[in-house]
């Protein structure tokens, strides 16, 4: 709300109206439907608002463009309505249909997830078109000074004339190298898998004192008669430990006799003395066993398969809805192309970076509702860009496809900067302030989010440049 105020002025407390309102429908319809807000769920949502003032600033920077062009205050929001309904569809209807791949081949928190991106990407589209255009239509007609800028950011990126196309091979290099570096850390180091993607029983245990992961390993170990996996969850005085000992084995016996192994590899690292039936229950102390989960071996790799299904499904959507909607396929081969160098650097830096950083980097269902989400987000960017392109064609169908990408990612970079710039800024306080739960999670979103801006700018019209310069009559206008 703060940075659309700062930056649009008399626009940016609409924006803030239709933000409200957008949570206010949100919420409505979540209670209306019964639904349980989970962590995952409360993530959708703030990610949901995220992305809607990606509408508002659409909009208003078509109205900008009109103004500086000479048009009237009502004849530029009238048209610059119109010019941005094309790119908010595309760019929400290709984010909606990842939800609906998401809800499809998700389970538990991750369609939860989906179902709260999909009401949030509806409430989005009526608060960015109807209620924006209702507040500053009613301003305009009791004639109330209307105003989309301070002086600081009226002329924002307007004089940007950068040779992206031109600088291509260079970004190719920059992709090429961190790719490469993304798939040593993926074959080398490998992936942590969660408990979702290998099956177990995952225990949060909470201790009155700061505990070494390495020595209640060790205690567990010969507890178990086998070494499960000990991290520090959070902090240093709670661990997150998974065993796979009797994985496969259900009931309340093997639950009692596997709790009963943790209490004793465990008790000995409290300060003061704790029973087992207080090590079980946090109802009348606070330490002890204060979360668990538990996934069997053959839902596990249920899991995988269906991980596997969405991301690639996912792509599979982009790649077809964008060569249907821009009538070839070179855009829906560039759109996939920058979305696969999101996926990889996303996947990468979990791989290069679990262990040295102090949070959770597990890959589990989360973790691909993360990668799903920055697909949607990414192709949001490129959309925008691809729109002008077709825009451009329309407008100047004389001049080459070199002129009308560059004009085109030019002309959009305030948007993308804006639209980033408020989305990085609200997943930063969700990773600050979320808690340890989601914290992995929105990292990967916050990765995800700088290597879009990247691919969408520098990688998805070099692609279609790339194979479609020899034929630029064919690039449908």
Not at 30 to 51: F, H, Q, W
Not at 201 to 230: H, I, K, M, S, W
Not at 396 to 403: C, F, V
């Amino acid at each position: 709300l703060i940075y659309m105020v700062v930056f649009y002025n008399r626009g940016g407390w609409v924006s803030a109206i239709a933000l409200i309102t957008n949570i206010f429908l949100l919420m409505g319809i979540l209670a209306s439907v019964g639904a349980v807000l989970t962590m995952p769920g409360i993530a959708g949502i703030v990610l949901t608002l995220a992305m809607a003032v990606d509408g508002n600033v659409i909009i208003y920077e078509r109205i900008k463009e009109e103004l500086r062009a000479g048009s009237s205050m009502v004849n530029a929001v009238a048209a610059g309505f119109s010019n941005a309904y094309s790119a908010i569809i595309d760019g929400q209807v290709t984010t909606f249909l990842l939800g609906l791949v998401l809800i499809m081949f998700g389970s538990g928190p991750v369609q939860g997830f989906a179902v709260t991106l999909c009401i949030g990407i509806a409430t989005s589209l009526f608060t960015s078109i109807f209620i924006t255009r209702l507040c500053i239509d009613w301003m305009l007609n009791h004639k109330k000074k209307m105003n989309f800028s301070f002086p600081f950011s009226e002329n924002f990126m307007r004089n940007a004339h950068v040779d992206f196309i031109g600088k291509r091979k260079t970004f190719y290099i920059i992709a090429a190298a961190a790719i490469l570096i993304c798939l040593v850390g993926i074959f080398g180091r490998g992936l942590s898998r969660g408990i979702d993607f290998t099956g177990g029983r995952t225990y949060v245990v909470r201790f009155d004192q700061p505990v070494n992961a390495v020595d209640v390993r060790a205690d567990l170990n010969t507890a178990f008669g086998e070494a499960p996996e000990v991290k520090t969850y959070g902090p240093s005085s709670q661990l997150k430990i998974t065993t796979k000992y009797k994985v496969d084995e259900e009931g309340e016996a093997v639950n009692a006799e596997i709790v009963n192994k943790l209490y004793e590899g465990t008790k000995n690292h409290f300060a003061s003395a704790i029973s087992e039936e207080e090590f079980r229950s946090t109802e009348t102390n606070p330490l002890g066993i204060i979360q668990s989960e538990q996934v069997g071996a053959t839902i596990a790799n249920d899991l995988v398969r269906n991980a596997f299904l969405a991301v690639i499904g996912g792509l599979l959507v982009m790649f077809v809805y964008i060569g249907l909607r821009f009538k070839s396929w070179r855009f829906g081969v560039g759109s996939v192309v920058a979305l696969a160098h999101d996926t990889i650097l996303v996947i990468g830096m979990f791989a290069l970076l679990h262990g040295l950083l102090p949070f959770n980097l597990d890959v589990d269902q989360s973790f691909i509702a993360a990668v799903l989400t920055v697909i949607g987000y990414s192709i949001n960017a490129t959309v925008v860009i691809f729109d002008r392109v077709r825009e451009y064609r329309k407008l100047y169908p004389k001049r080459d496809i070199k002129t009308h990408m560059n004009d085109a990612i030019n002309s959009t970079l305030a948007r993308t900067i804006n639209t980033s710039g408020t989305t990085f800024f609200t997943l930063l306080m969700m990773f600050i302030f979320g808690g340890e739960v989601i914290r992995g999670f929105i990292f990967a979103i916050l990765v995800g989010v700088v290597c879009g801006v990247f691919s969408s700018v520098c990688i998805a019209c070099a692609i279609v440049y790339e194979i479609s310069k020899k034929e630029t009559k064919e690039i449908a206008a």
